[in-house]
Nanobody, 124 residues
Framework: QVQLVESGGGLVQAGGSLRLSCAAS????????MAWFRQAPGKERECVSA????????YYADSVKGRFTISRDNAKNTGYLVMNSLQPEDTAVYYC?????????????????WGQGTQVTVSS
């Protein structure tokens, strides 16, 4: 079992930055693939970024490429999403997710564990 707790969301002006953290419980987090999803009101959930269990490969949605950086520290059982140059369209609830297979996936149904979400609001 893995429990995920996100933190770091908040209100920021356009052009600003935030760093989201995802703290995981469980000894096997280091072998899990991880991703960040977001869902804005009235929109479908989308995968923003994903990372393999080693951190050796990453995925970014086109909308965030060059602005967001995903990483993980398996020794600390924590994943991160650094978000720069934030825009109002980035406003959403952000969720971290983990799956027992370590490869990258953008499909939410492949993820076994989800955090409770953290709100990110970007004002114009």
């Amino acid at each position: 079992q893995v429990q995920l707790v996100e933190s770091g969301g908040g209100l920021v002006q356009a052009g600003g930055s935030l760093r989201l953290s995802c703290a995981a419980s469980g000894r096997t987090f280091g072998s899990y693939g991880m991703a960040w999803f977001r869902q804005a009101p009235g929109k479908e959930r989308e995968c923003v970024s994903a990372i393999t269990w080693t951190g050796g490969a990453t995925y970014y949605a086109d909308s965030v490429k060059g602005r967001f950086t995903i990483s993980r520290d398996n020794a600390k059982n924590t994943g991160y999403l650094v978000m720069n140059s934030l825009q109002p369209e980035d406003t959403a609830v952000y969720y971290c997710a983990a799956k027992s297979s370590g490869y990258i996936s953008t499909m939410g149904y492949e993820y076994d564990y989800w955090g409770q979400g953290t709100q990110v609001t970007v004002s114009s």
